[in-house]
Each structure stands twice: as structure tokens, then as C-alpha cells.
């Protein structure tokens, strides 16, 4: 199994450009999620999922998009990119629901000029 | 919603000495309180995790204690090593277990040799 997949690692945007950042996971996991990661803030938790169809936002959703189509991808979406949002991203997994082990991606540094 | 406060941010000891990371949560409903280890640039990954139905959790050197009453869990790590520096992260599931994991906003373990 790879586990958790993201692509790219790294990125640089320029302000009000878009792109989308993809997770996707071969362990048949229901529950994704995705978080941020800045200097002393900890994980913040940004949009999850609980099975493919069906999305909700985290703390701090504003500015991303997200759908799951799939079991296996949960694609995250900046419309129009801010410098604000600079910042590392991780996707995770896991069985089911929050309360379980959480398996992370290894992350995409992302910056925005 | 819940709210998880980490404390010490920083801790540095000698290697051997014993180290303490303890976090208080306020949703009195959680029931699933992990710990992650995230090296300089790597994921974050899931060292020990423990339910609240149990009180206390080891795994060789690591352990995980928790306080139902006063909301608070936290890990213990014993005859600490040079590779045991790193962040630590402790998390905390809203709404009684459920869809949304907290986290802390770590604490940096440094062992010096």
C-alpha cells in the first residue's frame, strides 16, 4: 500500500491564482480530512469527509473548496489564492469518523507571492 | 466546540531524564485521545493513542495517561533519546467522538546527548 498520497510537495502561486491540491489514499479509508499546518498553530483542521458524497467544513474553511467523487481522492481547491494562505497542507485518513489512527500524507509546502 | 491546550510549548532534557507533554481538552463527550510525533520536516504520526474507558496505556517507553474528571490526558516518555526530539502533538475529537479532531498546537522536545 502507498498510504497517503499528495502531489505536488511544493508549489508557489501568485495572488489570485487557483489550483488544487490532491490526496488520495489506497486503504479504502472513509474518513479524510485536511489541515494546515503554520509556525505555533498546530494541525487546523480545514474541510473533511466522512464517505464519498458527503463533505463538511472544519475550522477554518474559508478560501478552499473540496469534494470527494471517490472513496480513494479528496482534492483540495484555492479559487483565488491569498497570501494568507501560505502554509503547509496535509491530508489524512483513517477507517472511519475522527476516532481513529489518522494516516498523514507526507505534505505540500505552499506559498503565495 | 472542543478546545485543546498543550503545555510546555518547548522542553529540553538530558538524554535519559523522563519528559512530560500534558493537555487539557474542555468536551467533556471525547473519548479518543492520540499523541503524534511529527519530525523536522516529515508527517505526523501516531505514537500511542489511548480511549476513555481506560485510565493509563504503555507501549515500552511511551505512556499515556488520562483524567476524565479534569479533562486533562498526557504522555510520558522514559529514558529519553537523541531520537526522540521532535514535536508532539496531542488531539481531541468534538462532539462526543464523532467527526472533527482538535488538535494542539505541539510542543518541540529537545534531548541533548
Known amino acids: 500500500n502507498a498510504g497517503v498520497t499528495q502531489t505536488p510537495k511544493f508549489q508557489v502561486l501568485k495572488t489570485g491564482q487557483s489550483m488544487t491540491l490532491q490526496c488520495a489514499q489506497d486503504?479504502?479509508?472513509?474518513?479524510m480530512s485536511w489541515y494546515r499546518q503554520d509556525p505555533g498553530m498546530g494541525l487546523r483542521l480545514i474541510h473533511y469527509?466522512?464517505?464519498?458524497?458527503?463533505?463538511d467544513q472544519g475550522e477554518v474553511p474559508n478560501g478552499y473548496n473540496v469534494s470527494r467523487s471517490t472513496t480513494e481522492d479528496f482534492p483540495l481547491r484555492l479559487l483565488s489564492a491569498a497570501p494568507s494562505q501560505t502554509s503547509v497542507y496535509f491530508c489524512?485518513?483513517?477507517?472511519?469518523?475522527?476516532?481513529?489512527?489518522?494516516?498523514f500524507g507526507d505534505g505540500t509546502r505552499l506559498s503565495i507571492l | 466546540g472542543e478546545n485543546v491546550e498543550q503545555h510546555p510549548s518547548t522542553l529540553s532534557v538530558q538524554e535519559g531524564d523522563s519528559a512530560v507533554i500534558k493537555c487539557t481538552y474542555s468536551?467533556?463527550?471525547?473519548?479518543?485521545f492520540p499523541w503524534y510525533k511529527q519530525e523536522l520536516g516529515k508527517r505526523p504520526q501516531l505514537i500511542i493513542d489511548?480511549?476513555?474507558?481506560?485510565g493509563e496505556k504503555k507501549d515500552q517507553r511511551i505512556a499515556v495517561t488520562l483524567n476524565k474528571t479534569a479533562k486533562h490526558f498526557s504522555l510520558h516518555i522514559t529514558e529519553t533519546q537523541p531520537e526522540d526530539s521532535a514535536v508532539y502533538f496531542c488531539?481531541?475529537?468534538?462532539?462526543?467522538?464523532?467527526?472533527?479532531?482538535?488538535f494542539g498546537k505541539g510542543m518541540k522536545l529537545t534531548v541533548n546527548p
Open positions: 489524512a485518513s483513517s477507517y472511519s469518523l475522527s476516532n481513529q489512527p489518522q494516516h
Open positions: 486503504m479504502n479509508h472513509e474518513y
Open positions: 469527509s466522512v464517505g464519498a458524497g458527503i463533505t
Open positions: 468536551d467533556s463527550a471525547s473519548n479518543y
Open positions: 489511548i480511549r476513555s474507558n481506560v
Open positions: 488531539a481531541a475529537p468534538t462532539q462526543g467522538g464523532s467527526e472533527k479532531l482538535v
